[in-house]
Nanobody, 126 residues
């Protein structure tokens, strides 16, 4: 079983920054790709960013490209999402996810992920 615990969410003004963390436990974290997704009220869950097991390849949704950065520290079993230049439309619950798929490519579809955290709220005020 894999446990994922997100932290770092909160309330921030537009233009501000936040860094989300996702601590993983329960299996070999470093062997698998990770991703971040978000869900706003009344909306479907959407892809935000993904990273391969090595951290050598990443993928971003067009809406966050150039503003968000995903990274991982395999020694700490943690994946991060640095969010800069935040906009009110970034307001959502952010979830990290872990996949059991062994692939050299970042995974952008939520069906590719097997484990999910409980989510952390990010609210951006205008």
């Amino acid at each position: 079983q894999v446990q994922l615990v997100e932290s770092g969410g909160g309330l921030v003004q537009a233009g501000g920054s936040l860094r989300l963390s996702c601590a993983a436990s329960g299996r070999t974290f470093s062997a698998y790709p990770m991703g971040w997704f978000r869900q706003a009220p009344g909306e479907e869950r959407e892809f935000v960013a993904a990273i391969t097991w090595s951290g050598g390849s990443t993928s971003y949704a067009d809406s966050v490209k150039g503003r968000f950065t995903i990274s991982r520290d395999n020694a700490k079993n943690t994946v991060y999402l640095q969010m800069n230049s935040l906009k009110p439309e970034d307001t959502a619950v952010y979830y990290c996810a872990s996949s059991m798929v062994r692939t050299p490519n970042p995974l952008v579809r939520d069906v590719s992920y097997n484990y999910w955290g409980q989510g952390t709220q990010v609210t951006v005020s205008s």
